[in-house]
């Protein structure tokens, strides 16, 4: 059943239980309590209507530049990898060709519906050879009914001190609910890691990997589907980020060693316009995790459940991230290659 609004008596509900955890929460360690506060704080936004994820400010040309190249700095040891990685296996242009093909097709297709968009998701997370995280959808799952709502942007909140998420999914972007079948897929995994791990999944820093499980069970499900219209848009989606995230790393390298003016001597206007349309940021927070995932889908190949083993590893560890990724010896772009020709197939 569609909803666009959540169930006011469950946001209620959640928001009571919310204040008779604070005493805990508030006496816990700092983490729990910002993830605590942030729970109090998006619930009553949601009882007063307020949660309409509207861009707070609008940065300048230069402020985006200097934001960027601060977070580069940040990711350092991140850079040292990223930097290196060939994408030559990508044809960017040719991928923007086909999608465009893709589109223009999928527009004769017949859509799925709602309760199929469910249904699939259904199926799809209790395909995972994995006892926990199988158990875990289940139990999330079973509210579909309550906690799941459209709206203008897909997101899942996180409340990890009530041990309860509520999901938003995207209905205004102009595809069908085959298309936002995937951003379900995503948000779930969010609400998924958000159970494994509730702290680091709510309070994360740069090096935390928040969407490591909803990107890598975005990707794996493009094994899972037939090759409908929508899985190979999510494809050349998935293959498009990863080739022009990578182009952006180094652009800001560029821009920061060069110059602008530099940069833009040597790179075409659409190039600069693409450029600052991204935070470095945000950049950072999927081109990882995207990178992380061809490590893994090669491994998943091989071994299944070895490979779901390590990925909850990587989110139950509370190390930095490049530390994570070192400790269970993961390269960022050794298996780049594997992965782009089995995504290509």
């Known amino acids: 059943m569609e909803r666009n609004n959540y169930n006011k008596a469950l946001i209620l509900k959640l928001y009571l239980k919310a204040i008779i955890n604070t005493p805990y929460a508030y006496n816990s360690d700092k983490r729990t309590y910002f993830a605590h506060r942030n729970t109090l704080n998006a619930l ?93 959808f289940n139990k999330i799952y079973k509210e579909k009914d309550k906690n799941i709502r459209l709206q203008k942007k897909s997101s899942t909140y996180l409340f990890p001190t009530i041990d309860y998420s509520l999901i938003t999914l995207n209905k205004t972007k102009g595809l069908g609910y085959k298309n936002v079948l995937f951003d379900l897929i995503h948000e779930y995994g969010h609400a998924i890691q958000g159970s494994i791990n509730p702290i680091i999944s709510i309070y994360s820093n740069n090096y935390e990997p928040a969407e490591l499980m909803p990107v890598f069970f975005n990707i794996l499900s493009l094994f899972y589907f037939d090759n409908t219209s929508a899985t190979l848009i999510e494809k050349n989606v998935i293959l498009q980020e990863a080739s022009q995230f990578l182009t952006i790393t180094k652009n800001t390298k560029e821009i920061k060693d060069n110059g602008l003016e530099s940069f833009k001597a040597n790179h075409n206007e659409w190039d600069y316009s693409f450029y600052k349309e991204y935070s470095q940021s945000q950049i950072y927070r999927y081109l990882i995790p995207i990178l992380v995932s061809f490590e893994l889908l090669p491994r998943y190949k091989e071994d299944p459940e070895k490979a779901l083993n390590l990925l909850k590893k990587l989110i139950n560890n509370n190390m930095d991230y490049i530390d994570i990724l070192k400790f269970n010896k993961i390269n960022l772009g050794e298996n780049t290659n594997e992965a782009i020709k089995m995504l290509k197939k």
């Open 44 to 136: 009553r936004k949601i009882l007063l209507n307020k949660d309409n994820h509207s861009p707070a400010f609008v940065y300048t040309d230069e402020e985006i530049i200097a934001s960027n190249i601060k977070t580069f700095d940040a990711y350092k040891d991140f850079n040292d990898l990223l930097l290196n990685i060939n994408t030559d296996e990508i044809d960017y242009y040719q991928l923007l060709y086909e999608l465009k093909d893709l589109l223009n097709q999928q527009a004769k297709e017949e859509d799925i519906t709602y309760d199929e968009m469910l249904e699939h998701t259904y199926n799809y997370y209790n395909s995972i050879p994995d006892n926990e995280i199988r158990n875990v």
